[in-house]
T-cell receptor
């Protein structure tokens, strides 16, 4: 049973470019969460999605960031016109969903470096 | 608003020592869930435990144990007879309403041989 998959594991972008981070949840999981870990800091919630729906995006920066979880395919976190401050580890987690907070299983993360 | 405080930034112990990682949380909700995750040097996050607010029983899993006390809003984590492989960053997290996790800043644990 494969775990949460994220790719790429490492991504280098120049300032002003776009970054696309992909997350495939565990089999049977329909809920996806994105978190960001800045250097020397804990994880901060960004967005919570179910298939074709954004449930909670209260942690997403207002500009340049967007997320989707289409009916088919992985969830995508997209960062437009990246800046150095976007350099961080981005983690995706998935859960089966339901009425109680199941433990969220995390992927290995994508380390974004903006040069 | 919810908040998790891990006051210990870094702890160093010698192998076989016991070590306790502190976690204090804040929430006005009566129903909530608490979690611990481990982040080893390789960087992935490993789920350790989930506890709901109605279950104050302490839990033991091998060398790991957790002490949940609602009266002090604490959910502390103890590793008995620590090993070098326990070296990692440990995060305590809180969930209210069933979706997002609010993480503490983490505690770096260094176990020396």
């Amino acid at each position: 049973n494969a775990g949460v998959m994220q790719n790429p594991r490492h991504l280098v972008r120049r300032r002003g470019q776009e970054a696309r981070l992909r997350c495939s949840p565990m089999k049977g999981h329909s809920h996806v969460y994105w978190y960001r870990q800045l250097p020397e800091e804990g994880l901060k919630f960004m967005v919570y999605l179910q298939k074709e729906n954004i449930i909670d995006e209260s942690g997403m920066p207002k500009e340049r960031f967007s997320a989707e979880f289409p009916k088919e395919g992985p969830s995508i976190l997209r960062i437009q016109q990246v800046v150095r401050g976007d350099s961080a580890a981005y983690f995706c987690a998935s859960s089966p969903g339901g009425g109680i907070p199941y433990e969220q299983y995390f992927g290995p993360g994508t380390r974004l470096t903006v040069t | 608003a919810q908040k998790v405080t891990q006051a210990q930034t870094e702890i160093s112990v010698v192998e076989k020592e016991d070590v306790t990682l502190d976690c204090v949380y804040e929430t006005r909700d009566t129903t909530y869930y608490l979690f611990w995750y481990k982040q080893p040097p390789s960087g992935e996050l490993v789920f350790l435990i989930r506890r709901n607010s109605f279950d104050e029983q302490n839990e033991i899993s091998g060398r790991y144990s957790w002490n949940f006390q609602k009266s002090t809003s604490s959910f502390n984590f103890t590793i008995t007879a620590s090993q070098v492989v326990d070296s990692a960053v440990y995060f305590c997290a809180l969930s209210v309403g069933g979706n997002k996790l609010v993480f503490g800043a983490g505690t770096i644990l260094r176990v020396k041989s």
